[in-house]
C-alpha cells in the first residue's frame, strides 16, 4: 500500500546522516560523540532497549557505554555516577533507561542530568523550552513522529490534530511539536468523552496510548494522517500498535505501522540527539539534519 510510511527505512536515511555528521565531528574534535546509558535493574525489556541503543550509537560511529547498576542501587550512587558523566568532556549525552525501580526519585534523577547533556529531552529546562519555541533538545519518540509525517508530505500548518495520550514522554511534547508547525491541537486522554467523535475530526491522528487496536476505521476521517505510537501485544502475542492497522489503512492517508512505523524512529532521533548535543557543546554553530 503506497500511503504507508516505511519508518525503517526513513529512520536508516537519518541514521546515515546522522552517521555523516558523527564522523565531520569526530574529525573536527578528536574524538566520536559519545552516549552514555544508565541502566538500573534487570527489566527485560529495557535490557533490550539499551542495548539496541548502544548498538546503534557504534553503527553510526559513536563511542556509547552502558553502566549497569543492580536493582538495590541508592539514589546517591546513582546520583555520583551522573555526577561523574556530567564531569566528563568526552560524554556528550546521557540517558537513564526508564522506568526506575519504585525507591528511585525519578524526577531528581532526570533534573540531575544537565540539559545540554538531556539527549531524552526530559530535564525540566527542556521541556520549557520546547514550550517557548526554543532551542532545545526534543524527546525523540515525538521527534520521529514528525520526522515521519514531513516525509510523508503531510500538511501540518492549519491542520486539525488530535493526540490521543498525555504523557510526559509522547503525548505532550507531540503537542508542543505540532503546535510549533501552526496545527490546531486536541491532546485527548483516558477522561475525554466522545473519544471516537473527537478523533473522525482529525487530519492528523496521533495514537499514543497502550491499548491493542483502540483506534478502529470510525475513529477516522478518511484521508487523515495516522502516527501509531502504541506497542501492545495481541491476545497472540503479536506486537501491535493502538490502531486497527488492517481496518484503518484502507481509510488513511497515511499511516505507520506496528513494527517498523515509530518504532525505530524513536532510535535513529536519539542518535541525533546525541550528534546535536555534541555539535552544541563543542560550539559548532548549526547542525543542519
Ligand atoms: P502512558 O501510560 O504514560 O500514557 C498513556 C496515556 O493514554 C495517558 O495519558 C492516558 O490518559 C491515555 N489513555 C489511557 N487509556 C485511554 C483510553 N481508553 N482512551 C484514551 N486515552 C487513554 O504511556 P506512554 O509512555 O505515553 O506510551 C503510550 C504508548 O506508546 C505505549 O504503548 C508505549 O509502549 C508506546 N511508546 C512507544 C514508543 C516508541 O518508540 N514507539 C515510545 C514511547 C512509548
Same mark, same amino acid.
Given at each position: 500500500m503506497t500511503n504507508v510510511i516505511d519508518g525503517k527505512a526513513v529512520a536508516a /536515511?537519518? =541514521?546515515l546522516r546522522v552517521a555523516e555528521r558523527a564522523a565531520a565531528f569526530a574529525a573536527r574534535a578528536g574524538r566520536p560523540p559519545g552516549l552514555d546509558v544508565v541502566l538500573v535493574g534487570e527489566d527485560p525489556a529495557s535490557q533490550v532497549y539499551v542495548r539496541n541503543k548502544g548498538r546503534a550509537c557504534e553503527e553510526a560511529g559513536m563511542r556509547s557505554a552502558i553502566h549497569r547498576l543492580p536493582a538495590d542501587t541508592t539514589q546517591d550512587a546513582l546520583s555520583a555516577l551522573l555526577d561523574r558523566l556530567m564531569a566528563d568532556e568526552a560524554v556528550d549525552g546521557?540517558? !537513564?533507561?526508564? *522506568?526506575? *525501580? /519504585?525507591?528511585?526519585?525519578?524526577r531528581a534523577v532526570?533534573? =540531575?542530568?544537565? *540539559?545540554?547533556?538531556d539527549v531524552d529531552g526530559f530535564h525540566p529546562a527542556n521541556v520549557g523550552a520546547l514550550w517557548l519555541g526554543r532551542e532545545a533538545l526534543v524527546p525523540c519518540t515525538p521527534w520521529g513522529c514528525v520526522r515521519l509525517l514531513d516525509h #510523508?508530505? !503531510?500538511?501540518?500548518?492549519?491542520? =486539525?490534530a488530535v493526540i490521543v495520550g498525555r504523557s510526559n514522554i509522547v503525548g505532550k511534547p507531540m503537542a508542543a511539536l505540532l503546535i510549533q508547525r501552526s496545527a490546531t491541537v486536541t491532546v485527548a486522554h483516558s477522561r475525554t468523552r466522545d473519544l471516537a467523535e473527537l478523533c473522525a475530526e #482529525?487530519? !492528523?491522528?496521533?495514537a499514543a496510548v497502550g491499548r491493542a487496536k483502540l483506534v478502529g476505521a470510525d475513529w477516522v476521517k478518511p484521508g487523515a494522517a495516522v502516527i501509531d505510537v502504541g506497542i501492545n501485544r495481541d491476545a497472540e502475542g503479536k506486537l501491535v500498535g493502538d490502531v486497527d492497522f488492517a /481496518? !484503518? #489503512? *484502507?481509510?488513511?492517508?497515511a499511516i505507520t505501522p506496528v513494527p517498523g512505523g515509530v518504532g525505530p524512529m524513536t532510535i535513529a532521533c536519539l542518535l541525533e540527539n546525541t550528534v546535536r548535543a555534541a555539535? =552544541?557543546? #563543542?560550539?559548532y554553530g548549526a547542525l543542519d539534519l
Open positions: /536515511a537519518l =541514521r546521557v540517558l !537513564v533507561q526508564l *522506568p526506575l *525501580p /519504585a525507591h528511585l526519585d525519578e532526570l533534573a =540531575r542530568i544537565e *540539559p545540554s547533556k #510523508a508530505g !503531510v500538511k501540518l500548518e492549519g491542520a =486539525r #482529525a487530519d !492528523v491522528l496521533i /481496518a !484503518v #489503512a *484502507p481509510k488513511a492517508g555539535w =552544541r557543546r #563543542a560550539g
